[in-house]
C-alpha cells in the first residue's frame, strides 16, 4: 500500500520522505518559489493536506500542483536544485549520451568495415572559410587539426543539447521518457546535421536509407542515454 501511495504522490510532489510514524509525506513547491511549501501526508486509506482535509474520491489538486500529462508533468519544482545545478547535470547528461552516440558509431565501423565521415572535417574547413579564418600549419598539420576539432564540435553539441534538457527541467517539465527520448534525439540530430546542412556540407534529401540509419541509429542511443541520465538525477 505504501508503495501505490508513493506512486500516486510522486507525480504531485518535488520531495518525498517518511515521517516518523510511518506515513510519506511530500513537499510541493508550485512553480512559484517565493509562495509558501506545501505538505502533503499520505495516509493507508486517505489523502490529506495539512491546512485542510481531502475527502475520499477527491483530486487534492491545488493550482499550484505539478499537471500530469499524457506527453509528461508541467509545473514541477526544481525540487531545491538551482539553474545552474539542472545545467550541469543536463551536460553530464549530454556528455554520457555523446558516449554512447560515438560507442555505437564505432561499432557500426567496425562491423560494417566502414570509414570516418568526413562531413565534420568539411564544417570545420567550411566554418573556417565563413568567418575568414585560416587554419595555422602545413597541409598535415591542418589535415590534423580538422580531425581533431570535427569531433570537438560533435562533442559540444552533445552537452550543449544536454544543458538545453537541463533548463526545460528548471522550467518545470519532466518528460515522459518515450516523448523525453525522441526530443532529445530530435534535438541532436538537428544541433549536429542542421549547420553541415545549411552550410552545404550535407544534403539530407540526397541520403540513402542506410545512411540514415547510420545516421538516426547513434543519436537516437545519445537520446535514451540523456534521457535515463536525467531521470536518474530527477527520482523522487
Excluded at 579564418?133 to 580531425?147: A, C, H, L, M
Excluded at 538537428?190 to 540526397?206: C, F, I, K, L, S
Amino acid at each position: 500500500m505504501r508503495e501505490v501511495c508513493r506512486r500516486e504522490l510522486a507525480p504531485l510532489t518535488d520531495e518525498i520522505d517518511v515521517d516518523a510514524s510511518g506515513n510519506l509525506v511530500g513537499l510541493l513547491r508550485g512553480s512559484d518559489e517565493s509562495a509558501p511549501a506545501i505538505r502533503v501526508m499520505a495516509h493507508m486509506d486517505e489523502l490529506s493536506m495539512t491546512d485542510r482535509r481531502v475527502p475520499a474520491g477527491a483530486s487534492g489538486r491545488s493550482p499550484n500542483m505539478a499537471k500530469k500529462t499524457p506527453i509528461g508533468t508541467f509545473g514541477k519544482g526544481k525540487r531545491g536544485i538551482s539553474t545552474a545545478g539542472w545545467m550541469l547535470r543536463g551536460a553530464a547528461a549530454g556528455a554520457a549520451g555523446s558516449t554512447a552516440l560515438n560507442a555505437v558509431t564505432y561499432l557500426d565501423m567496425a562491423v560494417r568495415g566502414r570509414g570516418s565521415s568526413s562531413t565534420p572535417e568539411k564544417t570545420v574547413e567550411k566554418l573556417a572559410d565563413t568567418a575568414h579564418v585560416s587554419i595555422p600549419g602545413d597541409d598535415e598539420t591542418r589535415k590534423n587539426r580538422k580531425q581533431g576539432l570535427g569531433p570537438l564540435m560533435g562533442l559540444v553539441a552533445g552537452v550543449g543539447v544536454g544543458v538545453v534538457v537541463g533548463l526545460v527541467r528548471t522550467a518545470g517539465f519532466r518528460s515522459q521518457p518515450l516523448v523525453g527520448t525522441l526530443l532529445t534525439t530530435a534535438g541532436v540530430l538537428v544541433a549536429a546535421n542542421g549547420p553541415m546542412t545549411v552550410m552545404g556540407v550535407t544534403d539530407p534529401r540526397t541520403w540513402s536509407a542506410t545512411d540514415w540509419i547510420s545516421d538516426l541509429v547513434p543519436h537516437l542511443a545519445y537520446g535514451v542515454v540523456v534521457k535515463t541520465t536525467m531521470d536518474a538525477f530527477d527520482r523522487p
